[in-house]
């Protein structure tokens, strides 16, 4: 079992770029959240997709969009990137028993 | 909304001993669902134990344990034996079930815990 991956690892962009993150989910989960987690911050959820629909949303603007693909996996968008997203970009997918499983994130750095 | 609160930035223990690591949280649902995570320096976030509102007995994994009081909405977690690889940033967070899709979690801002040798 691969478990949650996300690529790229590292991505360095600068300001007003655009910017696209991909995760693939553990096996057998459907459903996808994406979190941004800030230098020492806890994570804040962005959003969450689930039969390839947007159903929660966390307090981020709509630079921020995704998409969730017939084979559950995901991406999240960026557009007009601003300094202050730089940030670890964590994908988590989960089942019906509710709990989270990470990826290993993705380090977005803009410069 | 619910918040979690994580008040202590920094512990440190020796090696061996144990460590409880504290968590409040508020909310207004009866029926919820609470987990810790560990976030070693490799940033992959695990998690290391959950438990549900419901349920009275504390969850227990191994070295791990919570003391979980609904009334006083505190949730801490009790790693017993400490060890060099349980040195991470610990973090409490909250999910509230809902129908459908799974729920979002809400996390504290987290401790940063050091295992001394």
């Known amino acids: 079992d691969a478990g949650v991956t996300q690529s790229p690892t590292h991505l360095i962009k600068t300001r007003g770029q655009q910017v696209t993150l991909r995760c693939s989910p553990k096996?057998?989960?459907?459903?996808v959240s994406w979190y941004q987690q800030a230098l020492g911050q806890g994570p804040q959820f962005i959003f969450q997709y689930y039969e390839e629909e947007e159903r929660q949303r966390g307090n981020f603007p709509d630079r921020f969009s995704g998409h969730q693909f017939p084979n559950y996996s995901s991406e999240l968008n960026v557009n007009a990137l601003l300094l202050g997203d730089s940030a670890l970009y964590l994908c988590a997918s989960s089942s019906r028993t509710g709990e989270q499983y990470f990826g290993p994130g993705t380090r977005l750095t803009v410069t | 909304a619910q918040t979690v609160t994580q008040s202590q930035p920094e512990m440190s223990v020796q090696e061996a001993e144990t460590v409880t690591l504290s968590c409040t949280y508020d909310?207004?649902?009866?029926?919820?669902?609470l987990f810790w995570y560990k976030q070693p320096p490799s940033r992959q976030m695990i998690l290391v134990i959950r438990q549900e509102a419901y349920k009275q007995q504390n969850a227990t994994e191994n070295r791990f344990s919570v003391n979980f009081q609904k009334a006083a909405k505190s949730f801490s977690l009790k790693i017993s034996d400490s060890q060099l690889g349980d040195t991470a940033m610990y973090f409490c967070a909250f999910m509230k079930p809902n129908t459908g899709a799974n729920s979002k979690l809400t996390f504290g801002k987290g401790i940063t815990l050091s295992v001394r040798p």
């Open positions: 096996s057998g989960h459907d459903t």
């Open positions: 909310t207004s649902e009866n029926n919820y669902y």
